[in-house]
């Protein structure tokens, strides 16, 4: 681990720089398409606030779809192809562990580069501003709980969720039916299935304490209906599929009036959605189409099921006098014709629960320094045009970009990331040319404890060799304290 008492040189004089906060798919891309696309040598540097890089890619996407994952390989030759002088002439630099607006002023940023491009996602959470949602004890966000299971530096040992008592959780509800509320509820209901977790990187502390959960039931409240559910097939289908562990799947026929779908003004994916449900409602053996029959339920399964309840807005949440959850008190919804949500206040219900996780979607913060270098923050996401970052008064902002989900609130897969982060580089590319001249040569990394890229390497090599003597991809390590203990022995 590299600790300097100067300030390093992140430009010349003759070279256009750029600078990259953030090294999710969002600043990764980004940096991978500036690099392979520039004719003029380019130098640039992408800012981590993690000591190891690529966000949601590590600390998001579930432990049991480690093919989402290879967009890592992506990076990584990106990274060692550009990490010496090649003959494209450009550089790359990665630090880790420094924390934009913090540790070094994005304003510093912007006085030292030719441009800066926001790609630092949404670390924070939605909230439904309903009692009992911040005093309940077993009331957790979805980003807590994947953050927990996923080992992220900041959560792996969190007190909430490792000192609260999962062994008494048999019911769990699940606000929100997005496609994280349908990785939580799989990732709970196969919480006892060892064959699912033991090849995965998934944090063995929070697995040893969801292990002991006898879940018995997950619930997933959506305040819309059955058609404007807000998964993706792929990930409902793999919900279905658990059935081949004795996992069923529950829909009420009151949510299935189907026969309303207007079958030409239907699109293909809604269409797949509607053969797909209609298929699984079937016992196994009537199923008649051989794509919906692929794992016959085993006899001695578990006895668990997961439910998909629509049209409910939750109102409040309740506890014991210990101050333990106890329900959560819902009121049913109608859809008006113009597919808006309309209450039904005097329909009122409580659905009893021992652990309620809220899926809202992640929330996302502008950094301290937005106020006073008058930057635009609007609805959860940068303000900008086409990634052309914007005053709070709708003027482009020179220099500066946003990209991936800071750009647009926390919507879109890793793909669609991709393709937002392309754009944004090209973007980039295209005004770099006239870019406006620098006010500082150098930036400040003095009191920085910074992590490179070849230390990350080492992070990595040790995380796979441990893996692998437990027969898994990789362990990983659990806090920032530990990566920057093992870097400083090394
Ligand atoms: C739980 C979950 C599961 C998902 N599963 C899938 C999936 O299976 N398939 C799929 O295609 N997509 C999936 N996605 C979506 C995918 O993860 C996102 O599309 C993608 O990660 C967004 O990339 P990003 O770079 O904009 O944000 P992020 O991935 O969040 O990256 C932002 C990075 O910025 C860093 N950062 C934050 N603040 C600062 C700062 N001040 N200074 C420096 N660095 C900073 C963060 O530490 C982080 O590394 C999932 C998302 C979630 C939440
Ligand atoms: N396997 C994968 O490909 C994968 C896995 C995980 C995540 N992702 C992607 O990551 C992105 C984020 O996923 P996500 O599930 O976190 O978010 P999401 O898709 O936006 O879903 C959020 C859910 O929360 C509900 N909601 C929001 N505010 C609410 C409120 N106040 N009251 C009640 N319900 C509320 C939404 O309902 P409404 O629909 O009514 O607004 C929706 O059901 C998505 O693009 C997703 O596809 C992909």
């Known amino acids: 681990m590299l600790k300097t008492s100067v300030g390093i040189r992140l430009l010349s004089t003759s070279r256009k720089s750029v600078s990259v906060v953030g090294s999710g798919p969002s600043g990764f891309y980004t940096v991978c398409r500036l690099l392979s696309k520039s004719k003029e040598p380019l130098d640039v540097t992408l800012w981590e606030r993690l000591p190891v890089p690529f966000g949601l890619s590590r600390y998001g996407v579930a432990p049991d779809h480690p093919e989402v994952k290879n967009c890592e390989d992506t990076f990584s030759r990106c990274a060692k192809e550009f990490q010496t002088r090649n003959a494209s002439g450009h550089t790359f630099r990665f630090f880790g562990n420094v924390d934009i607006g913090k540790d070094i002023k994005l304003e510093q940023l912007l006085n030292s580069q030719d441009a800066v491009v926001l790609s630092y996602g949404c670390g924070g ?11 309940a004890n077993g009331v957790f966000t979805s980003r807590e709980v994947v953050s927990w299971y996923n080992g992220h530096p900041s959560f792996a040992r969190n007190e909430k969720l490792s000192s609260f008592n999962w062994s008494r959780v048999k019911k769990v509800g699940i606000i929100g039916n997005g496609n994280v509320a349908l ?87 809604l269409k797949r959605r509607v053969e797909m449900i209609t298929e699984y409602m079937l016992p196994f053996d ?144 295209r005004e770099l040319p006239t870019s406006q001249p620098r006010k500082q040569s150098t930036i400040d990394v003095s009191n920085c404890s910074f992590t490179t890229w070849n230390d990350w390497l080492k992070l990595d090599a040790e995380e796979r060799r441990r893996g692998q003597e437990q027969g898994k991809p990789r362990d990983k390590f659990l806090s920032a304290s530990e990566m920057l203990e093992f870097l400083n022995k090394k």
């Open 125 to 135: 959470d939605h909230k439904l501003n309903i009692p009992g949602e911040d005093t």
């Open 183 to 269: 990785d939580l509820a799989r990732v709970l209901l196969s919480n006892q299935i060892g064959e699912v977790w033991a090849q995965t990187d998934i944090n063995p502390l929070a697995l040893e304490k969801l292990r002991t959960a006898p879940i018995e039931e997950v619930k997933l409240i959506a305040r819309r209906d059955f058609l404007h559910s807000k998964f993706t097939n792929k990930e409902f289908r793999e919900l279905w599929e658990l059935e081949r562990f004795g996992i069923r799947g529950v829909i009420r026929p009151e949510f299935l009036d189907l026969h309303e779908i207007d079958e030409a003004n239907t699109d293909r994916v």
């Open 286 to 429: 009537q199923r008649t189409k051989k794509n919906y029959k692929k794992h016959r339920p085993p006899k001695d399964g578990f006895n668990k099921q997961w439910e998909m309840d629509y049209l409910k807005t939750p109102l409040m949440i309740n506890s014991d006098a210990e101050g333990n959850l106890k329900s959560l008190t819902v009121c049913a919804n109608k859809m008006t014709p113009d597919n808006r949500v309309e209450r039904l206040s005097n329909q009122t219900q409580d659905y009893e629960f021992d652990v309620l996780i809220t899926s809202l979607g992640y929330g996302s913060n502008p950094l301290d320094e937005f106020k006073s270098l008058n930057i635009g923050f609007v609805k959860n996401h940068v303000a900008n045009k086409q990634g052309a970052v914007l005053n709070t008064e709708n003027e482009v902002i020179p220099g500066l970009y946003a990209a991936g989900w800071i750009r647009k609130g926390s919507s879109g897969v890793i793909a669609s990331t991709m393709a937002d982060a392309f754009e944004v580089a090209d973007a980039v590319l």
